[in-house]
Each structure stands twice: as structure tokens, then as C-alpha cells.
């Protein structure tokens, strides 16, 4: 069995997550931090949904990759162990080295958490440089906002 990377709908990404004992803090609730690594899952699945490999950016001909250049979350209400949530993402903003992406956690019909996070193409120095034509293509192609 494949495991699942989400799913496109109208141009947001949807990538079901569930609340497992190792992501909560002592009283059952989702440790802050642990939601940096959802929106981490939540991005890079969104790459691969649209066909992009971050692993042939890496290793091509003009090496890319992506790092977080600003994180802002808003913490509405806390999730607990065994919740099932969802996972939205999607491009927001998109410029020629870098894109802010919107990312929000739901718990049914609740929205829980939001973020937003500007995102920098780099190549293989560190230094800004423009996204990859593929991957610009694909966000215009499957995006809601761009």
C-alpha cells in the first residue's frame, strides 16, 4: 500500500493527519512545535501533487532547493490526541525566488491553526535564484489564488 500524499481540490492541497501520542505534551494536547512539522508534511506533499520532485531539483543540472525564510502561525484552539484534522496548503503569493505559502489545520468544520510561510528557492550555494519554470507552470496551472 502506497502511502497517501493528499489530494488537489480547486486548488488547495488536503492531506489528512491524525493526533498520535507522540506529537502531544502531557496533558494530550499537540506540543506548539509539532505543527511546524505538519506544515512541513503539508508543503512538500503539496511539491509532489503537482509532480514536482524536490529530489531531481536537488540533483539537477542547476541544483535547487527550498528553505523557510519566515514562519507565522496562529494557534486558535489546540488539537488532542487521536483528532482527525486536515491539512490545507496552497501558493498564495508567488514571486520569481520565492513564494508565500497559506497553510490551515481544520478539525471538521473547525479551523484550529493557520500559518504563513515565505519560502526561498536557493541553489546549490545558498543564494537566491528564480523557481524552477516546471514548478512556476504547475502552481498556475493547479493554484486557487495565484
Not at 492531506?15 to 508543503?43: H, K, Q, S
Not at 524536490?54 to 519566515?70: C, D, H, I, M
Not at 484550529?112 to 546549490?124: K, P
Amino acid at each position: 500500500m502506497k502511502p497517501s500524499s493528499g489530494e488537489l481540490i480547486n486548488g488547495v492541497h488536503h492531506l489528512p493527519l491524525r493526533v498520535y501520542y507522540e506529537d502531544t505534551d502531557m496533558a494530550g494536547i499537540v506540543y506548539y512545535a509539532n505543527y511546524l512539522r505538519y506544515f512541513e508534511r503539508g508543503r512538500t506533499d503539496y511539491v509532489r501533487c503537482m509532480g514536482v520532485s524536490q529530489q531531481a531539483l536537488k540533483s539537477g543540472e542547476n541544483p535547487r532547493t527550498f528553505a523557510v525564510r519566515r514562519a507565522e502561525v496562529d494557534y486558535l484552539k489546540p488539537a488532542v490526541l487521536d483528532d482527525a484534522l486536515v491539512l490545507k496548503t496552497w501558493v498564495d503569493v508567488l514571486k520569481k525566488a520565492s513564494m508565500v505559502m497559506a497553510q490551515e489545520i481544520w478539525r471538521e468544520a473547525e479551523l484550529i491553526t493557520s500559518a504563513s510561510f515565505i519560502i526561498a528557492c536557493l541553489d546549490e550555494n545558498g543564494r537566491p535564484v528564480r523557481l524552477p519554470m516546471e514548478m512556476v507552470q504547475q502552481i498556475h496551472t493547479t493554484s486557487r489564488k495565484v
